[in-house]
């Protein structure tokens, strides 16, 4: 056993022993952990926001460089403060509505593109799909797959007509698809979990205490 002299990894190691202490039940020891957390994370927020983007984007060339249209998102941006003088507080609601307004209309194109648009040209069927030069029988096979897929998937949220006949069959597979792809979004987030756990381990095993290289 070769345990560690670096102090700062006997900090880490001792705030990860506290972060697993909640494995067991919530004690002060876990809350002493999540505090110092919050406080570290909080504290690299507000430096990282002042030197890397109020300091360069807004202050500097306003105050230095006469960049004089940069006083409507530092006016903007003082508005966030009236919501701690309860007299004016209302008027929080501009800069949270300016906000609001401008990443909805940046997210919805980006949305449609990417999670709508290239969803459905996916799924299309089209000739290339079929040609065994290009996709390979088994990109064959799964274009097939992910078609029926989708198709079953749709007909079981359509409820506009009870689910019965040729609805009733396609809803019937739909749903298994909808589980199949639920079990392997789940089982993907258990894998990531365990990999962060298995990581923790081997610094906890490895870096400090030296049982495992």
Not at 142 to 170: D, N, P
Not at 178 to 201: C, E, H, N
Request: proline share 5%; glycine share 8%; net charge positive.
């Amino acid at each position: 056993m070769n345990i560690s002299t670096d102090p700062w990894v006997w900090i880490a190691a001792i705030l990860s022993l506290f972060i697993l202490s909640f494995l067991y039940k919530e004690n002060p020891f876990f809350r002493i952990a999540e505090h110092i957390f919050l406080g570290v994370a909080n504290g690299y927020l507000v430096t990282f926001y002042w030197h890397r983007i109020l300091m360069p984007i807004l202050f500097r060339p306003l105050f230095q460089q006469g960049e004089l249209l940069l006083i409507i998102p530092f006016t903007v941006g003082i508005l966030y403060l009236t919501r701690f003088i309860p007299r004016i507080s209302w008027l929080v609601r501009i800069p949270i509505a300016i906000y609001m307004g401008y990443w909805t209309g940046v997210y919805i194109p980006a949305v449609i593109q990417a999670s709508i648009i290239k969803q459905i040209q996916g799924t299309i069927l089209t000739p290339a799909n079929f040609q065994a030069w290009n996709a390979g029988p088994w990109g064959i096979v799964w274009s097939v797959i992910i078609f029926i897929g989708v198709f079953c998937a749709l007909s079981y949220f359509y409820f506009s007509r009870e689910h019965k006949g040729v609805i009733g069959v396609t809803s019937r597979i739909g749903i298994i698809f909808v589980m199949v792809g639920f079990g392997a979004a789940f089982g993907y987030t258990v894998m990531a979990r365990v990999s962060l756990l298995i990581g923790k381990m081997q610094f906890l095993l490895g870096d400090w205490l030296g049982i495992i290289k």
